[in-house]
Nanobody, 115 residues
Framework: QVQLVESGGGLVQAGGSMRLSCAAS????????MGWFRQAPGKQRELVAT???????NYPDSVRGRFTASRDDNKNAVYLDINSLKPEDTAVYYC?????????WGQGTQVTVSS
């Protein structure tokens, strides 16, 4: 059974930094691309980062330069480093993975940025 567990969220002041972690289990995830999404209150869930099995990363323009995805396949983990946090980064952050035809999600971790 695939399981994703996010951690590392919390309350931070604007301008600060944060590292989110996603621990994966139930598969050897080194062969899969992983994604990070976020969902702010009243908004749709949006993609903020992807990282392929080879480590190639992609980001939307809205976060490029501030968000950095990484992975440690020895630990079956992916990370999201966020710098220069803004109040509009406040959201629940999720990691996900597509295994076959099934997309798996973690429960999310709340990031709140105070101004």
């Amino acid at each position: 059974q695939v399981q994703l567990v996010e951690s590392g969220g919390g309350l931070v002041q604007a301008g600060g930094s944060m590292r989110l972690s996603c621990a994966a289990s139930g598969r050897t995830f080194s062969r899969y691309a992983m994604g990070w999404f976020r969902q702010a209150p009243g908004k749709q869930r949006e993609l903020v980062a992807t990282i392929t099995s080879s480590g190639r990363r992609n980001y939307p323009d809205s976060v490029r330069g501030r968000f950095t995805a990484s992975r440690d396949d020895n630990k079956n983990a992916v990370y999201l480093d966020i710098n220069s946090l803004k109040p509009e980064d406040t959201a629940v952050y999720y990691c996900n993975v597509l295994v076959g035809t099934t997309t798996y999600w973690g429960q999310g971790t709340q990031v709140t940025v105070s101004s």
